[in-house]
């Protein structure tokens, strides 16, 4: 009970006679806020216009007395709670039980101290901050299981399969629709979630039974995310994806664990297939080019052979028609190209199983390109177009031979193709700054690669749209890219559409 004043309580005071109403409003008013009525009709008309916290009010009184205010206060729903205190002259006892009939709080019978009255209607105030209390706090309540009703209808609504757990016994605290239909039986509050979901390690992880304590991360800050598991269903395995998190203490919330098993089975089965289907593809690759090679090699040697012969019979002064000689060396250049091809596609394969294999020795730069150059002077006398070599001496280094070789022949063969018969300038030398590595520049004045496709041309299969007319694979770029990759090296391009590229390749020459 409290005793300090408090001017937020209004208590409308009821009563005619002036000497007992100032008496009234003086012992209140030292610790309420006090409103006066002279009688029944006045004290109504203000409790409706705006209830007060409570009302006292004398029962005998001319035209409305209390019991007929009490009645009336009762009946109006602004009033019908609104607590009234009954002062009577004495106890009467028919005016008692017509004022507990009409719904009285208390009674104070008069003579009465200044005390009493105080504490009876200081009493009555704390049933009514009490109520009220307790209305707030069922209120709160009411919001709070709402809250969580919406929650856990959210929660339903994902297609995730989510639970909470208790961190240390993993024991269900919620599991939302998805996951009940993921367990065999529905995951109920208060469950062992390992009893319910068969779980085990993938196979690469070697297979066996996997406790959910094991998906669980050891501290709050950890996460686990997306690890492999399978579940063993009637239907056979599930393929799931493991998310799992551990939420502290929050405000009135304990700890708890948080775990999603999202089904990936489908996705695996895809991958799976995807897989195979790739690898049915390389072998094929593989298969095809190695078919391909055996009749273009005999084709090769045949023609080369027929070539010599031609040769010398035409030197030894024998009437050699040149229309053959120029049909064979059409079918010279064809078959090289072949050739070409399928070394390309032989090397995808190769490339693809990552099986490039590097075999490094002592290489001068400038001689191997001064050969390769040489080897497609034919093909680029027949484009129209001449080959401009500058090499600086001694550009040597430790590289494969061979597959640098085949970098070199892809960059000139294309700067040929895409050349539009302008000459060609390839240069060898040495960076004069950084770790002083050797490079390669192969320039021509061609069509040019817009820019958006610059950095395609490196990848597989990739050719610039506008540019299907010239034969190719789009392979030639990426094959060199993957070499000069494996030799630790950078292959870049400049270019302007209309005016040319240069493609360099930067070799260190230490590796
Ligand atoms: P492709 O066998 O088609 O030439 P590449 O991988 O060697 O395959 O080249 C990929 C694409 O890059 C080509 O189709 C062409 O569009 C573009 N490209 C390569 N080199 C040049 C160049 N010197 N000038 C213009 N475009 C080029």
């Given at each position: 009970m409290s005793d300090a004043p408090d001017a937020n309580v209004r208590i409308l005071v009821v009563e005619d006679d002036p000497h007992v109403r100032q008496m009234l409003a003086l012992l209140l008013?030292?610790?309420?806020?006090?409103?006066?009525?002279?009688?029944?009709?006045?004290?109504?008309?203000?409790?409706?216009?705006?209830?007060?916290?409570?009302?006292?009010?004398?029962?005998?009184?001319?035209?409305?007395?209390?019991?007929?205010?009490?009645r009336a206060l009762r009946a109006a729903p602004a009033t019908h709670d609104v607590p009234v205190i009954l002062v009577s002259a004495r106890a009467g006892e028919r005016e008692t039980i017509a004022g507990l009939e009409a719904g009285a709080d208390d009674f104070l019978i008069k003579p009465f101290s200044g005390r009493e009255l105080m504490v009876r209607v200081q009493a009555r105030l704390d049933v009514i901050e009490m109520r009220r209390r307790s209305t707030r706090q069922d209120e709160a309540l009411a919001a709070l299981q709402r809250h969580s009703e919406w929650t856990e209808k959210l929660l339903d609504s994902l297609p995730v399969p989510l639970?909470?757990?208790?961190?240390?016994?993993?024991?269900?605290?919620?599991?939302?629709?998805?996951?009940?239909?993921?367990?065999?039986?529905?995951?109920?509050?208060?469950?062992?979630?390992?009893?319910?979901?068969?779980?085990?390690?993938?196979?690469?992880?070697?297979?066996?039974?996997?406790?959910?304590?094991?998906?669980?991360?050891?501290?709050?800050?950890?996460?686990?995310?997306?690890?492999?598991?399978?579940?063993m269903t009637s239907e056979g395995s599930v393929w799931l994806l493991a998310d799992a998190a551990r939420l502290p203490a929050l405000h009135d919330h304990p700890p708890v664990a948080v775990l999603s098993l999202r089904d990936v089975t489908e996705l695996v089965r895809k991958e799976d297939l995807l897989r195979s289907a790739l690898h049915v593809r390389d072998e094929f690759l593989s298969v095809a080019s190695h078919e391909l090679r055996t009749p273009i090699t005999t084709l090769s040697l045949q023609t080369e052979s027929a070539f010599r012969g031609m040769t010398a019979a035409h030197a030894d002064g024998a009437g050699t028609e040149e229309r053959t000689m120029r049909k064979l060396l059409t079918i010279r250049r064809q078959i090289v190209r072949l050739e070409q091809l399928v070394e390309a596609l032989?090397?995808?394969?190769?490339?693809?199983?990552?099986?490039?294999?590097?075999?490094?020795?002592?290489?001068?730069?400038?001689?191997?390109?001064?050969?390769?150059?040489?080897?497609?002077?034919?093909?680029?006398?027949?484009?129209?177009?001449?080959?401009?070599?500058?090499?600086?001496?001694?550009?040597?280094?430790r590289w494969d031979r061979l597959r640098i070789g085949q970098v070199i022949t892809n960059l000139v063969s294309n700067a040929i193709k895409f050349g539009r018969a302008h000459p060609i300038d390839v240069d060898v030398d040495v960076e004069t700054n950084g770790d002083r590595a050797a490079r390669l520049r192969v320039r021509d004045s061609g069509i040019g690669i817009p820019p958006e496709q610059r950095k395609r041309i490196f990848d597989r299969f990739e050719r610039a749209p506008a540019e299907r007319h010239y034969p190719g694979l789009g392979l030639g770029l990426w094959i060199a890219k993957q070499i000069v990759d494996a030799s630790n090296g950078t292959i870049t391009v400049d270019s302007e559409v209309g005016v040319g590229s240069t493609f360099t390749v930067r070799l260190p020459r230490s590796s």
């Open positions: 008013g030292a610790r309420w806020r006090v409103e006066l009525a002279d009688g029944g009709v006045a004290a109504r008309d203000m409790a409706l216009a705006s209830p007060p916290d409570l009302v006292i009010s004398d029962v005998r009184m001319p035209g409305i007395d209390g019991i007929d205010l009490l639970w909470l757990l208790e961190p240390e016994s993993h024991r269900v605290l919620f599991a939302n629709d998805a996951a009940r239909r993921m367990t065999v039986e529905p995951s109920a509050r208060g469950d062992g979630l390992c009893e319910r979901l068969a779980l085990s390690r993938p196979d690469e992880e070697g297979g066996g039974a996997l406790d959910v304590a094991d998906l669980m991360p050891s501290r709050e800050e950890e996460r686990i995310r997306g690890r492999r598991v399978v579940s032989l090397d995808v394969s190769r490339l693809m199983e990552g099986r490039l294999q590097l075999s490094p020795e002592e290489v001068d730069l400038g001689a191997l390109a001064t050969d390769t150059v040489e080897s497609l002077a034919e093909t680029a006398l027949h484009a129209g177009s001449t080959l401009n070599l500058h090499c600086a001496s001694d550009v040597v280094g």
